[in-house]
């Protein structure tokens, strides 16, 4: 499964991060990407939702929440 540039659900996207990227969402990747993703005043956090819209970072937030509940 080729999934698109821009995953649109959580399905594309783990098939993404794990199978494209070759990162396998263990806790500590996780842990690390959420500590980003929930602050809003991280540079890191605002050039994601500059580039890729607040509707899509919300998506991938709750997508590794999703992912760090799956893994607990």
């Not at 991060?17 to 605002?46: K, M, Q």
Request: aromatic share 8%; hydrophobic share 40%.
């Amino acid at each position: 499964m080729k999934t698109p540039v821009i995953p649109q659900t959580h399905a594309q996207w783990r098939h993404c991060i794990e199978v494209e990227c070759g990162s396998p969402l263990e806790p500590i990747f996780i842990g690390a990407r959420l500590s980003v993703l929930r602050d809003p005043a991280n540079d890191e956090t605002r050039r994601f939702a500059s580039l890729y819209g607040q509707a899509h970072a919300r998506s991938v937030l709750a997508w590794f929440e999703q992912a760090q509940t799956a893994v607990a």
